[in-house]
């Protein structure tokens, strides 16, 4: 009983030495991922409409939010040749996060709070 006792801590002690170097491996390309992709994240964000737009427009019809993803952005326009009318033109536009007019200030904390840092206060002599 001892001696399989032993051979598990063993085990367990390799086991817990692979996790610690696999953490490490994950960390380091992690950062690597982090330094090709230049450190620079991009977020979109669409006011609401002030009321003036709202009494000329009628919302934003020409800006598309695909559900289930907040990273994308469509915009639409009718083309319009004359009196010719053409099929839609399609934008899609990407991004590392899209907030739309509806999204509140704390939405948009909440996403980036941890991309924040803040420096200390170095008093000045």
Known sequence: LREVEE?????????????????????RLHNDIQELRGNIRVFCRVRPLLPEERERQRGLPHLHFPPQDSHSIVLTRPDEVGRERRAELRYDFSFDRVFPPAASQQDIFQEIQLLVQVRPKIPHP
């Open 7 to 27: 051979a598990q801590r063993t085990l367990l002690g390799e086991h817990e030495e692979r996790i610690h170097l696999l953490e490490m491996e994950r960390r």
